[in-house]
């Protein structure tokens, strides 16, 4: 059966509400990460300026506009149509918020190039990884992500950074 899960904006409201939390850049942004890097933890710490943060989380992005289906992440089947449909709408929306000069850091794509990628070192991911939820299919997802994630980083000389911290000042550093 086709997921018949679309996008949502809820009148505009969602850009609304973002333009209150985050602020836009003349450039945006976007990097990616597999799961259990820091990702969060690193987004929860940043510092206000003027009331505003200049990243913003793709997941929580994504929930807003309604690009996700929880059942679809939840239990991803990658050759499915409903896999491809949610991951193409994860490229569209973050390609959109990019565009509008948001700065986004997640692990939600299908074919979207970004302008940074975190893999931290592997010690280093084991340990975060044991903190977060266990099951064979959530490292098989993080597997696949990372492999896909090079593949993308070497066609496309996408630069890769082992912190999100580093990958973040590269950016803000670029004209």
Same mark, same amino acid.
């Given at each position: 059966?086709?997921?018949?899960? =679309?996008?949502? &904006? @809820?009148?505009? +409201?969602?850009?609304?509400?973002?333009e209150?939390?985050?602020? +836009? /850049?003349?450039?945006?942004?976007? =990097?990616?990460?597999?799961?259990?890097?820091?990702? +969060?933890?690193?987004?929860?710490r940043q510092?206000?300026?003027?009331?505003?943060?200049?990243?913003l989380?793709?997941? *929580?992005? %994504?929930?807003?506009i309604?690009?996700?289906?929880?059942?679809?992440?939840?239990? $991803?089947? $990658?050759?499915s149509?409903?896999?491809?449909? &949610?991951?193409?709408?994860?490229?569209?929306? +973050?390609?959109? !918020?990019?565009?509008?000069?948001?700065?986004?850091?997640? #692990?939600?794509?299908?074919? %979207?190039?970004?302008? !940074? =990628?975190?893999?931290?070192?592997?010690?280093? /991911?084991?340990?975060?990884?044991?903190?977060?939820?266990? #099951?064979? @299919?959530?490292?098989?997802? =993080? *597997?696949?992500?990372?492999?896909?994630? @090079?593949?993308?980083? #070497?066609? /496309?000389?996408? $630069?890769?950074?082992? #912190?999100? *911290?580093? !990958?973040?000042?590269? %950016?803000?550093? @670029?004209?």
């Amino acid at each position: 059966m086709i997921d018949k899960f =679309i996008f949502n &904006q @809820k009148d505009k +409201t969602v850009f609304k509400e973002l333009e209150k939390k985050y602020k +836009t /850049h003349r450039k945006g942004y976007v =990097i990616l990460g597999p799961m259990a890097i820091g990702k +969060t933890y690193w987004l929860d710490r940043q510092e206000l300026k003027n009331e505003k943060v200049d990243w913003l989380d793709q997941d *929580e992005y %994504l929930v807003n506009i309604g690009a996700i289906n929880w059942d679809v992440w939840k239990n $991803p089947k $990658p050759n499915s149509i409903n896999y491809k449909l &949610q991951y193409m709408r994860a490229d569209y929306g +973050t390609t959109m !918020a990019k565009a509008l000069g948001y700065r986004l850091i997640g #692990s939600n794509f299908l074919d %979207l190039i970004p302008d !940074a =990628i975190v893999f931290v070192p592997e010690e280093l /991911h084991k340990k975060f990884m044991s903190t977060r939820n266990k #099951s064979k @299919k959530f490292r098989e997802n =993080i *597997e696949r992500v990372k492999k896909n994630l @090079k593949l993308i980083a #070497s066609k /496309h000389k996408v $630069p890769v950074f082992e #912190s999100v *911290e580093d !990958a973040v000042n590269f %950016l803000e550093k @670029k004209k």
